[in-house]
Nanobody, 124 residues
């Protein structure tokens, strides 16, 4: 089993930056695809970014492209999401997810392992 713990969320003003971390334990995720998703109140969980196990391929939602960067450090068993130029509409709970079968998956159904989420609030 894989346990995921997100951290780095918080309150930030519009235009600011945050860096989310997702630390995995229980098993190495170096060969797992990884993704970040978010869920705002009253909305469905949506795709944000994904990265292949090697880090050589990434995918982003149009809404965050050019502002967010997903990366990973397999030696630390950790996945990151650097978020710049944050907007109030980025406010949500952010979740990381991993799965050994996925490459750069954009669907929640592609991932078996999920963290508990970290709140990101962007004030205007």
């Amino acid at each position: 089993q894989v346990q995921l713990v997100e951290s780095g969320g918080g309150l930030v003003q519009a235009g600011g930056s945050l860096r989310l971390s997702c630390a995995a334990s229980g098993r190495t995720i170096s060969l797992y695809g990884a993704g970040w998703f978010r869920q705002a109140p009253g909305k469905e969980r949506e795709f944000v970014a994904a990265i292949r196990w090697s880090g050589g391929s990434t995918n982003y939602a149009n809404s965050v492209k050019g502002r967010f960067t997903i990366s990973r450090d397999n030696a630390k068993n950790t996945v990151y999401l650097q978020m710049n130029s944050l907007k109030p509409e980025d406010t949500a709970v952010y979740y990381c997810a991993v799965d050994p079968r996925v490459r750069v998956g954009v669907l929640t159904s592609e991932y078996d392992y999920w963290g508990q989420g970290t709140q990101v609030t962007v004030s205007s």
